[in-house]
């Protein structure tokens, strides 16, 4: 059962501003957190996440599309390859354990944040 939504949702709020400003994905932010704070398993939160990810990455393509700013050509060629690693990611999704998931996850969440600092100084 899912625990803690209205706490959840003022972080996801946090977390969209966020991805929104800085350019990159609320998934570093929304997996951690319906995984620790909502009780969703990891797999399913990740699943979660990539659901997300293409409601908000649709509305933005169709957004920029309208403006004439997406270059057809270049679109078709990264669709391809989005779609093959999409079918990849998740057959390794539903084969990986949840504690490696977690793992890796973890280790993804510390390297972006290095990252991050780094540019900052």
Known sequence: EVKNMAPASAISF???SLSGLLGIGGGIVQVP???LMCG???KAAAAT???IIGVSAAASAYVYFRKG???LELTAIIVVGVLIGSFLGI???YRARSERL???FSVLTLLVAVKMLMKAS
Do not use: E, H, K, R
Request: net charge neutral; hydrophobic share 60%.
């Open 33 to 35: 957190l319906m995984n």
């Open 102 to 104: 977690q793992l890796v």
């Open 49 to 51: 996440s990539n659901f």
């Open 40 to 42: 969703v398993p990891m």
């Open 69 to 71: 700013l997406i270059p």
């Open 91 to 93: 057959y390794a999704l």
């Open 14 to 16: 946090f977390a969209g």
